[in-house]
């Protein structure tokens, strides 16, 4: 597996309206524009920093992945994505080792990524993100 850098943070957040006022206004960082993924339940808003992104994420519904995210723990550091050269041959690699996946195939992210999780369990309590854009 190659993996070639970090892709993004992801970040739970109850309004980006709200976040966009630290990471814009605060930080200074472009606000690059935001997307709905409806199948993730999920919109995202992507803030370019040097060759990676902060991405954060609201829900788009209260059963959503990001809105349990935050009913358990709160707002904050959701994943964390690598960007990986070819993501199936990644997630065989993976499987062959044994490591728990969410995803056993790649699906489409926002951006037009191919994406797919590694299971917390398999990761010491983190949730990873492959993607191949």
């Given at each position: 597996m190659q993996i070639l850098k970090i892709d993004h943070l992801g970040i739970a957040v109850n309004s980006i309206d709200e976040g966009k006022n630290f990471w814009s206004d605060v930080l200074g960082l472009a606000f690059e524009g935001a997307e709905t993924v409806e199948a993730q339940k999920v919109?995202?808003?992507?803030?370019?920093?040097?060759?990676?992104e902060v991405e954060l994420l609201e829900s788009t519904s209260p059963d959503g992945p990001v809105a349990k995210y935050i009913?358990?723990?709160?707002?904050?550091?959701?994943?964390?994505?690598?960007?990986?050269?070819?993501?199936?041959?990644?997630?065989?690699?993976?499987?062959?080792?044994?490591?728990?996946?969410?995803?056993?195939?790649?699906?489409?992210?926002?951006?037009?990524?191919?994406?797919?999780?590694?299971?917390?369990?398999?990761?010491?309590?983190?949730?990873?993100?492959?993607?191949?854009?």
């Open positions: 919109t995202t808003a992507f803030f370019p920093v040097g060759e990676s009913e358990k723990r709160g707002q904050g550091i959701q994943h964390v994505a690598f960007r990986v050269a070819n993501i199936e041959e990644a997630l065989e690699e993976l499987k062959a080792k044994g490591i728990r996946l969410i995803d056993e195939k790649p699906r489409m992210g926002a951006g037009g990524a191919k994406i797919a999780f590694l299971h917390p369990k398999a990761t010491n309590g983190v949730l990873v993100e492959l993607c191949e854009r």
